[in-house]
T-cell receptor, first 113, second 111 residues
């Protein structure tokens, strides 16, 4: 069974640009969550999607947005990039009816110059 | 607000030297406590879920235990391949399934 796949794995952008990250969850998983991980803040929850609807949202500015498609694949977008957006962005999927364990992808490492 | 504090932040062990990692939590009703392992440059990998005080789970050299205020991850006779960051997360009962993560403990096991 394939795991969670995230693309791209690495990317470099400059301030003011925008970026789109993609996540394909484990087959059959309908919940997809996004996290930002930095050395200073640890893992911070961005948002969760379930059946194409945003179900939960973390405390991030509106520059961070996401969506989920009918095949459960998800994308997140960050507009007007800032230096502080440099981080590892992790996607996690969860099985319906599970007790909550998350299955993470390997992440997208974003560097903003 | 749910809080998770992990200690120590970093731990260096010699191969075979057993030790424990601590995860203290504050949550308004615990649905589940999770342990994950994260290797450098990779996403966290699920290890255990604990639900109630007194519960224990084991996997190879790792054993996780839970009390009403904290969880321990005991590492028995560690090997260099156990080197990783270990993350603890709590999920509150009621409401969303979104867990709150601790900052992690970075473990290095020297041969």
């Amino acid at each position: 069974k394939a795991g969670v796949t995230q693309t791209p794995r690495y990317l470099i952008k400059t301030r003011g640009q925008q970026v789109t990250l993609s996540c394909s969850p484990i087959s059959g998983h309908r919940s997809v969550s996004w996290y930002q991980q930095t050395p200073g803040q640890g893992l911070q929850f961005l948002f969760e999607y379930f059946s194409e609807t945003q179900r939960n949202k973390g405390n991030f500015p509106g520059r961070f947005s996401g969506r989920q498609f009918s095949n459960s694949r998800s994308e997140m977008n960050v507009s007007t990039l800032e230096l502080g957006d440099s981080a590892l962005y992790l996607c996690a999927s969860r099985a319906s009816g599970s007790t909550g364990e998350l299955f993470f992808g390997e992440g997208s490492r974003l560097t903003v110059l | 607000e749910d809080q998770v504090t992990q200690s120590p932040e970093a731990l260096r062990l010699q191969e075979g030297e057993s030790s424990s990692l601590n995860c203290s939590y504050t949550v308004s009703g615990l649905r589940g406590l999770f342990w994950y392992r994260q290797d450098p440059g990779k996403g966290p990998e699920f290890l255990f879920t604990l639900y109630s005080a007194g519960e224990e789970k084991e996997k190879e050299r790792l054993k996780a235990t839970l009390t009403k205020k904290e969880s321990f991850l005991h590492i028995t006779a560690p090997k260099p391949e156990d080197s990783a960051t270990y993350l603890c997360a709590v999920q509150a009962s009621g409401g969303s399934y979104i867990p709150t993560f601790g900052r992690g403990t970075s473990l290095i096991v020297h041969p």
